[in-house]
C-alpha cells in the first residue's frame, strides 16, 4: 500500500509498534514514546498533555454555558439525555486520568514487554529463522487506526459544527478536547488488543515449531532436537508470563474503559432508537417538524452512530482476540506434552514434560481485567446481553415519562375544558 511508504521496513517488533505507541504517546496515555525509552520529559509531557486537554474541555464548556443561546437550548432539551450527557462526561474524565495515570506508573512494566518480545523475537529470528511478518502487522496497524479514527474525528467535529451557532470555535475547540479524552483510552485499548494479536501470532508460530515432523526435519541430530525443544518450551512459558505482565499493566485502565464503554454504548443506542421512534431527546412531533429541521435530526443521529464505532469494535472484538491467544497458548501446551511420546528415545524430554505440566496446574492464565473480568468470547454474550437489557430499560423509563407527560397534558386541557 502506498501509505507504508511513509514509513520505514519494519525489522523488529520496535518498528511494528512504533506507530500505535507514538499515537498513544502523543495523547498522553503513555510513559515512553514512539522509540521505546523513557525520560523525564516524556512523563512531563504525559501529565502535561492531560491537564491542558481538561483545562480546555471544562473552560470551554464553562464558556458555552454561559451564552444565552445555549442555555435556552438546554432548557428545552430532555433531562434524560441531559443526564447521559453529563454521565458521560463524568465517566470520560475519570477514564482519561485514570488511564494516564495507571500507564505512568506502570511505565516500567510496559515497556519490559516489548524488551521481552523482541528478545523472544530475536531467538526466534536468530536459532529458527522465523519469518515474523512485521510489515503485514505494521499496515494492519496503520489502516485500521486511520480508518477508525478518521471516522471517530468526523463525526465529532461535523456534529459540534452543526450544533454551533455563533460560537464555533468554542464548539470545536470542546470537540478537539473531548476527542482527545475519549480518543486516549481507546488507542490504549487498541494497543492492548495489539499485544493481545503479537503474542497470538507467536503462539501459532511456536505450534509449527513443536510439530514432530518439523524437529525431525529441521534437526536430524538428537542433542540438537533436545535443545531446540527446550528452547521453544522456555518461549511458550514466556510468552504466558508476559500475558501476566500485561495483565498487571492494563489492569484497572482496561476496567474503567470497559465501563465507560458500556454506559456510552447503551446511551447512544438509547439516543438512537429513542429519537427514531419519537421517544426522548426533546424532539417535536414529526407533524410540527420541517424538512430542514427533520434532516439535520437524521444527521445528527448519523453522528451518534459513527460515534459508537470505536467502543462497540473495542468492546467486542478485544475480548475475540485475547480469548484466539489463549486457545493457541494451550495448543501449544498440549503439543509440548506430547514431546515425550513423539520421541520416546529422548528420555531426557520426560522430566522437562513433567515440569511443564506441573507448572501449567499451577498457572492457569488468561486476559483480564480489574475486577477478574476474564476476556474470552464468553464475555462477548455478557456484554451484549447488558447492551440489549439496558437498552430496553432506558427505552421503557422514557416510554413511561412521555406518557406521564401525556397525562399531566390531559389533565391540564381537562381542567381548562371544564373551567370554561
Known amino acids: 500500500m ?12 520496535f518498528d511494528c509498534a512504533a506507530f500505535i505507541c507514538g499515537v498513544q ?38 464558556a458555552l454555558l454561559a451564552v444565552e443561546d445555549v442555555k435556552e437550548r438546554l432548557m428545552k432539551a430532555d433531562s434524560l439525555v441531559l443526564g447521559i450527557a ?19 506508573i506502570s511505565a516500567h512494566r510496559h ?9 523472544l523475537d530475536c531467538r526466534l529470528i536468530g536459532d529458527f529463522g522465523a519469518n515474523l511478518n512485521y510489515r503485514k502487522m505494521l499496515r494492519k496497524n496503520i489502516v485500521m487506526l486511520a480508518v477508525v479514527t478518521s471516522i471517530y474525528l468526523v463525526a465529532i467535529n461535523c456534529a459540534a459544527i452543526q450544533v454551533a451557532s455563533g460560537d464555533r470555535a468554542l464548539f470545536l475547540l470542546c470537540a478537539f478536547c473531548y476527542a482527545i479524552v475519549t480518543g486516549g483510552p481507546h488507542f490504549t485499548g487498541y494497543v492492548h488488543m495489539n499485544l493481545a494479536e503479537m503474542l497470538g501470532i507467536r503462539f501459532r508460530l511456536l505450534q509449527q515449531l513443536l510439530s514432530p515432523k518439523f524437529l525431525e526435519w529441521r534437526f536430524p541430530q538428537v542433542q540438537v532436537r533436545e535443545l531446540r525443544i527446550r528452547q ?42 429513542g429519537q427514531s421512534v419519537g421517544i426522548g431527546g426533546g424532539a417535536p412531533d414529526q407533524q410540527e417538524e420541517d424538512g430542514e429541521d427533520q434532516m439535520s435530526r437524521y444527521r ?63 498457572a492457569k492464565i488468561e486476559f483480564t481485567s480489574g475486577l477478574g ?8 454474550g455478557l456484554f451484549t446481553t447488558i447492551l440489549v437489557n439496558y ?5 421503557q423509563f422514557a416510554m413511561t415519562q412521555k406518557m406521564g407527560e401525556q397525562i399531566e397534558q390531559q389533565k391540564i386541557a381537562l381542567q381548562e375544558w371544564i373551567g370554561n
Not at 453529563?86 to 505512568?104: D, G, K
Not at 503439543?335 to 529422548?346: G, I, K, T, V, Y
Not at 473480568?373 to 462477548?380: F, G, K, P, S
Request: hydrophobic letters at 55%; a positive charge.
Open 2 to 13: 502506498a501509505v507504508l511508504y511513509l514509513f520505514r521496513e519494519p525489522e523488529t517488533v
Open 25 to 62: 504517546f502523543t495523547m498522553g496515555c503513555s510513559g515512553h514514546g514512539p522509540h521505546f525509552n523513557i525520560r523525564r520529559w516524556m512523563r512531563v509531557y504525559s501529565l502535561a498533555v492531560a491537564i491542558m486537554v481538561l483545562t480546555g474541555l471544562f473552560s470551554s464548556l464553562s
Open 86 to 104: 453529563v454521565l458521560e462526561l463524568v465517566m470520560s474524565t475519570f477514564v482519561f486520568v485514570a488511564t494516564v495515570i495507571s500507564l505512568q
Open 111 to 119: 515497556l519490559g514487554i516489548y524488551l521481552r518480545l523482541a528478545a
Open 232 to 273: 521453544v518450551v522456555s518461549m511458550v512459558q514466556e510468552l504466558h508470563y508476559l500475558v501476566q505482565e500485561i495483565n498487571r499493566v492494563y489492569a484497572f485502565s482496561l476496567w474503567s474503559a470497559i465501563a465507560h464503554d458500556l454506559a456510552m454504548s447503551t446511551s447512544e443506542l438509547y439516543i438512537l432508537f
Open 300 to 362: 445528527m443521529l448519523g453522528y451518534v452512530a459513527l460515534c459508537m464505532i470505536p467502543p462497540l469494535y473495542k468492546l467486542l472484538i478485544a475480548p475475540f482476540y485475547c480469548d484466539r491467544t489463549i486457545s493457541d497458548a494451550r495448543k501449544c501446551l498440549r503439543l509440548a506434552e506430547q514431546m515425550d511420546n513423539c520421541f520416546p528415545q529422548s528420555t531426557s524430554l520426560r522430566p522437562l514434560v513433567k515440569s511443564l505440566m506441573s507448572w501449567q496446574l499451577q
Open 373 to 380: 473480568v476474564v476476556l474470552n468470547r464468553r464475555v462477548i
Open 391 to 395: 437498552l430496553l430499560i432506558l427505552i
